[in-house]
């Protein structure tokens, strides 16, 4: 099944206790697109401006990703600056420049209309309800987001989580989002909105699902050294997204299973600054890593 990823292409200055990068290769849709292509085929629709590298458009242009929705415009492509203090956990952003990004509206390729997956990166929500209205009629729906449209967007991104099968967010947009201090009542409220999965991601402590019906919590993959934490969460989503391309039905061992196949992108993700982590993974490393975080649940 094809999964189509609508979201950020971008280059990102990043500074960690230990290291520092500038200029690097980053976006959503770059990192979920890397890590999705390990299981499954991946379109991307996204923008660049006329600023940004063959070379890097080269690297995303790996097997099993189509860059036939990656348009590039007149103008820079979209820049983000961020700081991160020794927990890791969360980045401080220092600056953002939308560049083309800014005004950009995603026209869906026809070919890619057909997608079976859909994932919708953290954008606007009223550009996020815009692209699925354009996407036909995939098989499954998820979504991210951040705080800042929890903010200033709220009522359309209530609008558009209605709309999707999975929500994904951190444990601080979640309490956000819902004005609560508990996460399990964070997910209960969101369900409520219709969507029929909420992932919590909680970084170091890994990620915890929540249905209707069940919970289940994974832990993270334990990494000896985080490089760099940026792009972690698009990275799960890939793993997770990835992984129920492969399935034939999407019941709750499959979902189990692809909070596992997340967990473990986003372990390769961390290790080193930009794409790099996510892009030496190989399958038979991701696979290798699933059966130890198996290990790490399995009583």
Known sequence: MAILVVGSVAYDDVRTPGDARAGVLGGAASYFSVAASLYAPVRVVGVVGDDFAEADVARLRRPG???????????????????????LNTAETVNTELGVFGDWRPA????????????????HPEIQLATLEQAGSPRLVALDTMNYWIEHCRAALLGVMGRADIVCLNETEARQLCSTFSIVRAAR???????????VKRGEYGATMFTRETSFWAPAYPVDDVADPTGAGDAFAGGMLGHLAECAALDDRALRRAVLHGTVCASYAVERFSIDGIAAATRTGVEARYRALQDLVTV
Not at 65 to 87: H, I, M, N
Not at 189 to 199: A, T
């Open 65 to 87: 990703v189509d860059l036939g929705g990656l348009e590039r415009r007149p103008g820079r492509s979209f820049r983000w600056s961020g700081t991160y203090d020794y927990a």
């Open 189 to 199: 409220d969101i369900l409520g909105l219709g969507p029929k999965v909420v992932v």
């Open 108 to 123: 869906i390729p026809a070919a890619f209309r057909d997608s079976e997956l859909l994932f919708l990166a953290n954008i």
